[in-house]
Nanobody, 125 residues
Framework: QVQLVESGGSLVQPGGALRLSCAAS????????IIWFRQAPGKEREGVSC????????YYAHFVKGRFTISGDNAKNTVYLQMNSLKSEDTAVYYC??????????????????WGQGTQVTVSS
């Protein structure tokens, strides 16, 4: 069955870096776009970044552009989110999700058919 498993979340100081992983099973990354969302306490879930193997497209929300980098390893069926220059406002639960659209578009929760369980990222001194 389809599964998405996130890992790599942790407590990190402002200015620090983390790499999140999203291990996919039950399907291949070639056929879907994968999106990282995040949700902070009391806030709505928001799209952070997207990657698609079908057309090599990527997407970054304006608030992470230049700091976060998304990448994929099709051999491992895993997507990564490298997060640098972390800020306190990046604190959230980060989820990876499968988008039924093959190419990266502006993230839309209505286009998601599978979610991971989430991994907590806390940026604090």
């Amino acid at each position: 069955q389809v599964q998405l498993v996130e890992s790599g979340g942790s407590l990190v100081q402002p200015g620090g870096a983390l790499r999140l992983s999203c291990a996919a099973s039950g399907f291949t990354l070639d056929d879907y776009a994968i999106i990282w969302f995040r949700q902070a306490p009391g806030k709505e879930r928001e799209g952070v970044s997207c990657i698609s193997s079908s057309d090599s497209s990527t997407y970054y929300a304006h608030f992470v552009k230049g700091r976060f980098t998304i990448s994929g390893d099709n051999a491992k069926n895993t997507v990564y989110l490298q997060m640098n220059s972390l800020k306190s406002e990046d604190t959230a639960v980060y989820y990876c999700a499968r988008d039924i659209r093959r190419q990266c578009r502006v993230p839309d929760i209505e286009s998601i058919d599978y979610w991971g369980q989430g991994t907590q990222v806390t940026v604090s001194s």
